[in-house]
C-alpha cells in the first residue's frame, strides 16, 4: 500500500505516528488523516475521550487534541455543537 511507504518517515518502529507533515506536506498529511480515519467505525458515535484514546493508540507525540481537530476541520469526522459526541463522516 502507497501509505504505508510515503509516510513511513512520520512514523516510528512501532508503527505509529511521532510527529504531523508539515504545512507544505498536505498530500501527506492527508494520507495521515486518511489512516487515522480508518480506525473508526461508520455510523457509531464516539465521546471526546474515546476519539483521543483511539487516537492515542496510533500516534507518540501527544496530540490528540490537534489531530482530533484535524480529523473534524478536514471533515472527516463530525461532532455535535457542544463536542460531547463524535461520528465518523461517510
Avoid: C
Avoid at 76 to 85: I, N
Wanted: proline share 2%; aromatic share 10%; hydrophobic share 30%.
Amino acid at each position: 500500500m502507497l501509505t504505508e511507504i510515503s509516510l513511513k518517515g512520520y512514523q516510528d518502529s512501532d508503527g505509529k505516528f511521532n510527529r504531523l507533515p508539515g504545512k507544505k506536506q498536505k498530500k501527506k498529511l492527508d494520507e495521515m488523516l486518511t489512516v487515522l480515519a480508518s480506525k473508526f467505525e461508520l455510523e457509531k458515535e464516539y465521546t471526546e475521550i474515546e476519539v483521543n484514546e483511539i487516537l492515542n493508540l496510533y500516534h507518540s507525540f501527544n496530540d490528540p487534541a490537534t489531530l482530533r481537530r484535524l480529523l473534524y476541520g478536514t471533515k472527516v469526522l463530525d461532532r455535535t455543537l457542544d463536542g460531547r459526541k463524535y461520528w465518523r463522516v461517510g
